[in-house]
């Protein structure tokens, strides 16, 4: 398999729909859908120009105010592909004759899409079609076809059409909103046609968005080993209208082992109708489009297929990925990356739609996915693109500024979903109500601005970017008395869009009090007005800075987990196992309303916030919150596997995290949803990338912090690619062993490995080993260092007789490495008795009071056999010595056993959500010692502590009666370094 070259030999109905989508060529304005040339054997007809759009009046059946009031949809424009040809009176077609060697193939390095087969009809003539086409990155309204016909076996007569059919229409789909249009009249007025020998051509203008457009065509002839010109074999060309078909009309004689040559040139330009008119009117851009066909005839096609491959070299240079034992994944990624650079809008007036300019599905909008998942792809592989997309967002701001007004807030709210920058979801409830898209906009542009690569973004526009959208939250947002004033976002909806309208989405709050923070240092550093707007105030600059340290995000504080908004574990959970796979996209087969008041997501909603904001969330928050929302994502969106997949990674399981990679990277070119055909899916498409950088790799990008962990799933053996930081090029190879990073241009990079920090001069490279190796022990106490558990018993069962609770060694078994509040809960369940909070808390009190009192009793006699030695040989060898001990009462122990000058960081339990067996404090232990997790070893004698340990990844050592240690010893006189060391070989 050449994995920069996608090839098909399928062309049954299924594979042409699927491959049509799949071997569309764009370069950003231009998209030919890759359908074939004949119009045979065809699923959908497609040609678009991005931002290319007509409106049309929502129906709804009641309106309210500030509802979106007109639907836009890219248009399907004529399509200038056609090309027809009869072999002896017979049409060629895949439908009729016999069909020999069909190859349909894309090359990503090259940027052409080529077809061949043998074709041979009924008088068993046979004829050889090869035809190569491309859409121009170097021109950016033009595209071309080479078409090819060679005689194989005797001389043939030829008929061949070639031209623009302008008859073409969008697709219209009724049951699936995310697929068809909603024209109720042809959107697209074709003004006139024209055929002579100089072109073919047509202009046109849309019904209500007040767009023009010119598209002209030329035709260039040759034949291939003859012993006569084109002239000499007396071709006769015809050129006219006919119906909705601007044709040229050829026919000649091919002789045997002779090749016809047609080099088809195409130009669209299109603009606004007031720019035609400053023009001087459409004749004028029709020569525009002429002038365009001189420049491309006298260059010729080879000059084109040139600058192409030229092109996509730069691109790959920086962008190529490698990947050893995965050729299909591998072939993926480059095709995801191809379909992102030839979807990606180039101009600063347009984006990129989430079906790119594939097809028509979602009509052509903007969304979100370009912030969140595509631009921080191309902010590390082609930084003037992610500046593009970003200047779109500038560009429509007067536009959100209206809609806010509309939706009585200050400041500036953008659109959910749009082409021309104003609000097109006619479904508020998952459109408008996404608010979080504001703060989504400002995260790309806040991880561009860091990146520190060229082009730099114009401060003055992100300045007032900033301002507008922290004017809209602090007017979207209060500070309610109930919720201790804490800052509160009611009536939202987070990305998942399974559970809309709520108050304190997770999500939204984060990311708005991380675009708050933004905007903060953005007036902080480039002034407080810009570009006329109304100046930010000492006091209003105050109240933003409040609203972030009062945010109000929820948590619960039993399961440790921060619930997606005030109501989720309200409701009742979704009964997956009674719903057949069938019913998936739940949308498709569920009202809104049964699907609210349940407890089930779309994609990832809090999940994602723990990746995009990485650095705000503990790895012990990242697992609780992970395991507690993957069983209740649907999946039903594309934009859910990566995020998954990529978090998976964090909370070290790589095979779940590599199943879900192969989802996203696979989407489209394995048709995994099957509905390929309707237009890939750009925001999965970065998902993939994101999924290997962000995911295997272990990239973060906190605040321009470089950071790698990496680990490849057991399929991989090698993964390599690069990224752009600070306009330096860094080459990064991960194996299973190492990982080397390597400075190839550019000006020095400081980054870090995990906890390691490293300076990186041009030419420079530095590898590290990927096996664990022996940073820190991390002990329990009671135990493991001390056997403090008689003075607990004794404590509890002082306390207990006074309150009348049954309470006995066996009983206190169960109290081992767990906390005074899920101790005194065990001692309740056992007496089978309730009691009030406050009682609870006064029990606890008053228990370890007597333990703290019994703890003065201890003195260094009391450490335990084999402790000090190892301390010591610990502090010898240079491996840093950590406490993690449910006890709140340990450094006390520590103080009175005089062992407190051994340790180099205690965990405080009061200062964690949860204790053991939850993996918090040996967590909170290796980072306040600086050690990387899998360099940790833990020590435990309770089956709390060895759980903990090992959800924590890290190595561990149980000290009798406990199951699943790595280690298993009787007692800690059997603890030694060397034994220990062991677990690193």
């Not at 990129?352 to 969304?367: C, D, P, Q, R, S």
């Not at 087969?589 to 994602?608: E, G, N, S, T």
């Not at 403090?788 to 078994?813: C, M, P």
Request: proline fraction near 3%; include cysteine.
């Amino acid at each position: 398999m050449n994995k920069r070259i996608l090839t098909q030999n399928d062309f049954s109905d299924t594979a042409i729909a699927r491959n049509e989508t799949l071997f569309t060529l764009a370069n950003g304005n231009l998209g030919l859908r890759g359908d074939f040339e004949e119009r045979d054997a065809c699923f959908h007809k497609g040609t678009y120009i991005n931002g290319f759009y007509d409106t049309e009046p929502i129906q709804y059946g009641e309106v309210g105010y500030g509802y979106a009031e007109n639907h836009q949809t890219i248009l399907n424009l004529p399509d200038p592909k056609l090309i027809e040809t009869k072999i002896n009176g017979e049409k060629l077609s895949l439908l009729s004759g016999r069909i020999k060697n069909f190859q349909h193939s894309l090359d990503f390095e090259k940027g052409l899409l080529s077809r061949e087969f043998i074709w041979e009809e009924k008088s068993e003539s046979a004829v050889k079609l090869t035809t190569r086409r491309l859409v121009s990155f170097s021109e950016n309204s033009v595209a071309a076809i080479e078409y090819k016909l060679t005689a194989l076996e005797k001389n043939l007569s030829v008929e061949l059409i070639s031209g623009i059919d302008t008859g073409v229409r969008n697709i219209s789909s009724e049951e699936d909103p995310r697929v068809g249009s909603k024209f109720s009249s042809k959107p697209l007025i074709i003004d006139s046609l024209r055929a002579d020998p100089k072109c073919l051509g047509f202009t046109a203008h849309t019904r209500h968005s007040n767009l023009s457009l010119a598209g002209s065509v030329r035709h260039s002839y040759s034949f291939e080993n003859s012993n006569a010109d084109t002239i000499q074999k007396n071709m006769k060309r015809e050129f006219l209208v006919e119906d909705d078909l601007v044709l040229e009309k050829c026919s000649f004689v091919l002789e045997e082992g002779e090749t016809f040559r047609l080099i088809k040139y195409i130009s669209y330009e299109h603009m606004k109708n007031e720019e035609r008119d400053s023009l001087g009117g459409i004749e004028k851009v029709v020569e525009k489009t002429q002038a365009t066909l001189d420049k491309l005839e006298a260059k010729g096609f080879e000059s084109l297929v040139l600058s192409q491959s030229m092109y996509l070299k730069a691109f790959w240079d920086i962008a190529a990925i490698e990947i050893e034992g995965d050729t299909e994944c591998e072939q993926a990624l480059y095709c995801n990356l191809f379909h992102l650079l030839q979807s990606s809008g180039k101009d600063g007036k347009t984006s990129i739609a989430a079906k790119g300019l594939t097809a028509e599905g979602y009509e052509g909008h903007f969304f979100w996915d370009t912030e969140a998942y595509i631009c921080p792809v191309f902010t590390y592989l082609k930084p003037d693109l992610a500046q593009k997309l970003l200047e779109y967002r500038y560009a429509i701001l007067p536009q959100a500024k209206k809609r806010s007004q509309t939706m009585a807030l200050k400041g500036a709210l953008y659109p959910w979903r749009t082409i021309n920058g104003e609000e097109t979801s006619a479904y508020y409830p998952a459109g408008t109500a996404q608010y979080h898209i504001n703060a989504d906009i400002m995260y790309a542009l806040k991880k561009y601005m860091q990146s520190g690569n060229n082009p730099q973004f114009n401060t003055n526009q992100a300045l007032e970017m900033g301002i507008e959208t922290a004017r809209m939250w602090m007017s979207l947002g209060s500070f309610i008395e109930s919720k201790d004033n804490q800052f509160c976002i009611n009536l939202v909806t987070g990305p998942d869009e399974y559970t809309a309208c709520v108050n304190n989405n997770a999500y939204t709050n984060v990311m708005a009090q991380e675009n708050l923070k933004f905007s903060i240092a953005l007036v902080k550093q480039y002034g407080k007005s810009v570009n006329g707007i109304e100046e930010v105030s000492e006091a209003e600059l105050g109240s933003w800075q409040e609203a972030v340290d009062r945010m109000y995000i929820p948590y619960d504080e039993n399961l440790g987990i921060i619930p997606q908004d005030d109501s989720f574990m309200d409701k009742a959970e979704w009964n997956f196992a009674e719903t057949p796979r069938e019913k998936y996209p739940l949308l498709l087969h569920y009202h809104p309303l049964v699907i609210y008041r349940h407890r089930v997501l779309k994609q990832p909603d809090l999940v994602l916030a723990q990746f995009m904001l990485s650095n705000r969330f503990t790895l012990a928050e990242k697992k609780r919150n992970f395991r507690f929302y993957e069983p209740l994502t649907t999946g039903d969106s594309s934009l859910s596997h990566c995020i998954h997949s990529i978090v998976a990674c964090e909370v070290g399981d790589y095979e779940k995290a590599f199943s879900y990679f192969e989802k996203t990277a696979q989407m489209d070119i394995a048709d995994m949803h099957g509905n390929t055909k309707d237009g890939i899916h750009t925001a999965a498409m970065a998902g993939s990338w994101m999924s290997v950088v962000y995911g295997f790799a272990g990239f973060r990008d906190a605040d321009a912090q470089w950071c790698f962990n990496p680990a490849l799933p057991k399929k991989w053996s090698k993964l390599s690619f690069s990224l752009i930081l600070a306009s330096s090029v860094l080459d990064i190879v991960i194996t299973k062993t190492s990982t080397s990073y390597s400075l190839r241009c550019g000006n020095d990079l400081e980054l870090w490995h995990r906890n390691k920090a490293f300076t990186l001069k041009e030419g420079e490279s530095q590898s590290f080993c990927l096996s664990p190796d022996l940073e820190a022990v991390i002990f329990d106490l009671d135990g493991v260092i001390t056997d403090t558990a008689d003075l607990h018993y004794q404590a509890w069962k002082k306390i207990s007789d006074i309150y009348g609770l049954a309470f006995d060694r066996e009983v206190n078994e169960r109290l081992r490495g767990v906390s005074r509040e899920e101790s005194m809960a065990i001692i309740l369940s056992h007496n089978k008795k309730e009691m009030s909070e406050a009682m609870r808390k006064q029990i606890a009190e008053e228990k370890n009071k007597l333990y703290v009192a019994s703890l003065e009793s201890l003195s260094p006699k009391d450490i335990l056999p084999g402790i000090k030695e190892l301390f010591d040989a610990l502090k010898q060898g240079g491996i840093k010595i950590a406490l993690a001990s449910s006890s709140r009462n340990a450094r006390r122990g520590c103080e009175k056993l005089e062992l407190l000058t051994f340790f180099d960081g205690i965990a405080d339990i009061s200062k964690l959500p949860l204790s053991k067996p939850a993996p918090d404090i040996f967590l909170e232990a290796a980072r306040l010692v600086d050690a990387w997790p899998q360099n940790c070893v833990g020590i435990e004698d309770a089956q709390a502590g060895i759980d903990a340990i090992r959800d924590a990844g890290m190595f561990s050592i149980g000290i009798g009666d406990v199951k699943n240690a790595d280690i298993l010893l009787s007692s800690t006189k059997d603890l030694d370094l060397s034994q220990i060391q062991k677990l690193f070989f």
